[in-house]
């Protein structure tokens, strides 16, 4: 068979010579770059309409990425995706029960390699460090478009991380500020501002209705913004937030 030459239509193959040690006549190999297949990805949502909504808009670069799956809610997500084995697992940040967040922690600890984007409605740097610090590959606005997370899909499997533009910009400033500690106690975990405050009180030993007659709030707001404390911090019950508060120095 002849080997295309330098400048073929066929040369796009590069072309490898090698002498051979015992016959010294030339062999030519030729060598046929490998291109990598679609991006395989596991969608998860609560939400089923967003999850065909995902589908529907990934389905014109068919050729680029496959959803290979998907998961409706955190509960059967795990066994989904270790089942599938997608190249990427694209999640929604907020969802009932386990969030995002949650399952994007649980993920890479059964599976290091497996790359996480979380899909979110937030454009807010503190949920970017959320992401980042469970070893998220990716944080995205839902506000993306379509060829848009197709290219950031592919980077991502490629090894990169995928950051909205504008909240990554944002982010390099508040980083900035956090290391000159412009911020309030516990900004560094991701605590809002009013988390910060009722987090104080917990360390006290404050009442949930101690704290909300303290702040004017309802005592169900009390325990919504425990139960994101508690995630943000990786526990599960007061005792264990004051402690983590005060071995991590958020309060002396």
Known sequence: MKVPEV?????????????????????AYMTVAVVAGPVRVVLVDDHEIVIEGLKAMLASFHMRVRVVGAAVGVENALSVIANLMPDVVLCDV???????????????????????????VYDDEQYLFQALRVGA?????????SDELVRQLEYVRDGSTAIDAGLAA???????RLQSNEFWPGARQGLTQRESEILSYVVTGLSNRGIANKLVIGDETVKSHLRSIYRKLGVS????????????????
């Open 7 to 27: 400048g073929d239509s066929r040369g796009e193959r590069d072309r490898k010579v090698y002498r051979d040690s015992k016959t010294r006549h030339y062999r």
């Open 94 to 120: 907020r969802m009932q029960g386990a969030s995002g967040l949650d399952l994007c922690r649980a993920i890479r600890e059964r599976d290091p390699e497996r790359k996480v984007i979380l899909l979110s």
């Open 137 to 145: 590959a990716g944080y995205l606005l839902k506000g993306i478009t």
């Open 170 to 176: 944002r982010a390099v400033d508040t980083a900035a």
């Open 237 to 252: 019950d007061r005792t264990s937030a004051a402690a983590t508060a005060l071995r991590e120095g958020i309060y002396k």
